[in-house]
């Protein structure tokens, strides 16, 4: 048995979902992963990376989804609240 194929990849960092320190596999720590399944993780965490694809998701939601995806990123009438 080899630990390199055993193991998850696993280390401390900043979760890419809730930017919380953490012990994170693939930037997504594991209390994310629980609270919102891996997809939605992923899905984070490629928003906050990548402006233009963060664009292309916003532009496809409806706007009660729009409201929701603003609100986790801490957007409040016009400020948004940076980390």
Same mark, same amino acid.
């Given at each position: 048995?080899? /630990? +390199?194929?055993? /193991?998850?990849?696993?280390? %401390?960092?900043?979760?890419? $979902?809730? !930017?919380?320190? &953490? &012990?994170?596999?693939? *930037?997504?720590?594991? *209390?994310?992963?629980?609270?919102?399944?891996?997809?939605? &993780?992923? !899905? %984070?965490?490629?928003?906050?990376? @990548?402006?233009?694809? $963060? *664009? &292309?998701?916003? @532009? +496809?939601?409806?706007?009660?989804? +729009?409201?929701? #995806? !603003?609100?986790?990123?801490?957007?409040? @009438?016009?400020? #948004?609240?940076?980390?």
């Amino acid at each position: 048995m080899s /630990l +390199r194929t055993s /193991l998850p990849v696993t280390a %401390i960092g900043r979760c890419a $979902a809730c !930017l919380s320190m &953490a &012990a994170v596999e693939h *930037q997504i720590c594991h *209390q994310c992963r629980r609270r919102f399944g891996d997809r939605f &993780a992923v !899905l %984070i965490a490629r928003v906050r990376r @990548e402006p233009d694809f $963060a *664009q &292309a998701c916003f @532009e +496809r939601m409806r706007p009660e989804h +729009r409201d929701r #995806l !603003l609100a986790w990123f801490g957007y409040r @009438e016009g400020k #948004l609240n940076e980390p």
